[in-house]
């Protein structure tokens, strides 16, 4: 294992983290009858994709962004997966907090860190804290709003059509909809919950930002204890969430339409995710650009995945490139199914209600400082 993983990390993709071959392998148990398991598994459905499927067996009696929707309006369609990157936040004012090239990597030298990535890496940040919750401060979003593509999946959820969100985004707008948190895997892990490092004891989202926005090494509090608290955001040499490993092995192969939404398809193992569903299954990609759709072989196999999105492949069947941003993708979606002017509804009614709180929220704190002079 060590030495595929030497192997791979070439420094081509930065934006991979470290530790996904481990994550992989935590899907399979970790064990090497596991690891063939998933070898095999992968090698059944990489031929079995290349079996071209009769008429009769194709879902969409179109492939074209019309014939999804035909489709998901249809009884056949009960189980969609939606899989988001941080396009479908970018609306809502949240910077992508963990890739390169988003403009906060270019924003660290006041850390004098030994590289850029080292912000956001386990074995720095347990020695020195201070340049990630200095980080985390600065990006805290003034106030949480969901995007009209976070009620788009809300709204799949209330049509009894949603079989889990999965989501690298860290920035917990998807709860701000009231989409269950049953609903939502987050496979980078989120700020929602910080635990101690030593004692694993759990603290809140209110506790670690007022630790950060009082410029405190947040520490654990338990008796005798006094170790390291860390938000639960998948730091680079870290696995990912074992929530994430279990719901994928459970929810893929029921998979009966998969929508991905703004992402470029480049961090493993998530991206491997778009060939786990069933070969017969379409795939809709909401995104500005057709993103990475060369996925790595090694971790489509790894990961049991079979088949990568082919727009443009003679024979296509199932997979539907719908350029747009995330918001406008969704309303055109939702709109076409014939559920525009409920999603347009909710929108509105839930960002009018978000203000107030906001402005609520912002006239408390206001007074606390007054009080405080
Ligand atoms: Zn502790």
């Known amino acids: ?50 079996v071209k499927l009769d008429d009769a067996e194709k879902v969409l009696s179109e492939v074209s962004f019309e014939g999804v929707a035909k489709y998901l309006k249809s009884d056949k369609c009960t189980n969609i997966i939606t899989m988001a990157g941080a396009g479908i936040s970018t609306s809502a004012g949240i910077p992508d907090f963990r890739s390169p090239g988003s403009g ?91 635990h101690c490092l030593k004692c694993a004891k759990e603290f809140s989202q209110d506790w670690i930002k007022e630790k950060i926005f009082a410029e405190e090494t947040p520490t654990c509090d338990a008796e005798g204890c006094a170790g390291l608290v860390k938000p639960d955001i998948v730091f680079f040499g870290e696995k990912l969430p074992d929530r994430f490993f279990s719901c994928v092995k459970e929810d893929f192969e029921k998979c009966d339409l998969l929508i991905i939404l703004g992402t470029s398809l480049s961090v493993q193992p998530f991206a491997s995710l778009t060939g786990r569903v069933p070969t017969k299954t379409p795939r809709l990609y909401i995104n500005l650009d057709k993103g990475n759709t060369d996925v790595d072989p090694f971790m489509m196999l790894l990961m049991g995945g079979g088949s990568t999105l082919n727009f443009d492949e003679e024979g296509n069947y199932r997979d539907v490139f719908k350029k747009a941003t995330c918001d406008e993708g969704c309303y055109s979606l939702s709109e076409l199914v014939g559920w525009g002017k409920d999603l347009r509804k909710t929108v509105e009614s839930e960002h009018k209600r978000l203000d107030a709180e906001i402005a609520t929220d912002k006239q408390k704190t206001n007074a606390t400082k007054g009080a405080s002079k």
């Not at 983290?17 to 481990?22: H, L």
């Not at 990630?132 to 009209?148: V, Y």
């Open 104 to 194: 906060l990597y270019d924003n660290l030298q006041k850390y004098n860190l030994p590289d850029p990535m080292a912000i956001f890496n386990i074995q720095y940040f347990t020695e020195n804290p201070e340049p990630f919750c200095h980080l985390a401060k600065e990006l805290w979003p003034g106030h949480f709003k969901p995007t009209p593509c976070h009620y788009f999946v809300k709204q799949l959820h209330d049509k009894g059509k949603l079989l889990r969100h999965y989501t690298q985004n860290i920035d917990t707008l998807e709860h701000y909809t009231g989409l269950p948190a049953d609903k939502i895997v987050e496979a980078h892990g989120t700020f929602r919950t910080s």
């Open 1 to 50: 294992m060590e030495g595929e993983k030497k192997g791979k990390d070439d420094g081509k993709s930065p934006k991979k983290p470290e530790g996904k071959e481990e994550g992989a392998q935590g899907a399979q148990g970790g064990q090497t009858g596991g690891a063939i398991d998933a070898l095999a598994a992968g090698l059944s459905n990489y031929f079995s994709s290349a």
